[in-house]
């Protein structure tokens, strides 16, 4: 597609579900990030991907967060057993950048909406 | 480690006017800069960045910003704004994180409210 596209654009659940948080990058873009925004807080970094590794997962806040990326595109962020305190907004973006360098242009997408009840 | 804080979390101005939208950061390692802009609805976007040469950088929405060094900030100004730059600011910088990669470091962002 022409931008990250992410799904679902909001989500619901009850407290103690597992979710899944899809992205889909920008086609050829090899690097790939999650942030995470709660409400009143700036963009707080959870995961970072070159190609399908993660080389960076230091801003997953428990290990309930994991995520994945496959064939150096699409990625999932799943939450299990989702608490009150994990309601925010998910972002993903992603940048065209070799490895050791980084123009600083990240392109995100609208995020995901996490409210838990 | 590096930060950023935007001491304003919202700024009301009259359209038309001149407004100057704050940003300083911490870091102990040399930085990158850069201005995000979120419109409502609407999904993060580049405005402006700072990576080294002339201290100045413009937008092409007559937006610019100002590296400072000694007083470590990078604020935001435009000398008459519209209606249409009533959106969400986010000051960043880069955190280098070794192995020759690195994210952004963002701050909490500051609403730019334009009235009639």
């Known amino acids: 597609g022409a931008g990250v596209s992410q799904s679902p654009s909001n989500k619901v659940t009850e407290k103690g579900k597992d979710v899944e948080l899809r992205c889909d990058p920008i086609s050829g873009h090899t690097a790939l990030y999650w942030y995470r925004q709660r409400l009143g807080q700036g963009l707080e970094f959870l995961i970072y991907f070159q190609g399908n590794s993660a080389p960076d997962k230091s801003g997953l806040p428990s290990d309930r967060f994991s995520a994945e990326r496959t064939g150096e595109s699409v990625s999932t962020l799943t939450i299990q057993r989702t608490q009150q305190e994990d309601s925010a907004v998910y972002l993903c973006?992603?940048?065209?950048?070799?490895?050791?360098?980084?123009?600083?242009?990240?392109?995100f997408g609208e995020g995901s909406r996490l409210t838990v009840l | 480690a590096q930060s950023v804080t935007q001491l304003d979390s919202q700024v009301p101005v009259f359209e038309e006017a001149p407004v100057e939208l704050r940003c300083n950061y911490s870091?102990?390692?040399?930085?990158?800069l850069f201005w995000y802009v979120q419109y409502p609805n609407q999904g993060l976007q580049l405005l402006l960045k700072y990576l080294s040469g002339s201290t100045l950088v413009k937008s092409i929405n007559g937006f610019e910003a100002e590296f400072n060094k000694s007083q470590t900030s990078f604020h935001l100004r435009k000398p008459s704004v519209h209606i249409s730059d009533t959106a969400e600011y986010f000051c960043a910088v880069t955190h280098w994180r070794g192995e020759g990669y690195s994210t952004l470091t963002f701050g909490k962002g500051t609403m730019l409210l334009v009235s009639p």
């Open positions: 870091s102990s390692v040399s930085v990158y």
């Open positions: 973006a992603s940048s065209l950048v070799p490895t050791g360098t980084f123009s600083g242009e990240l392109f």
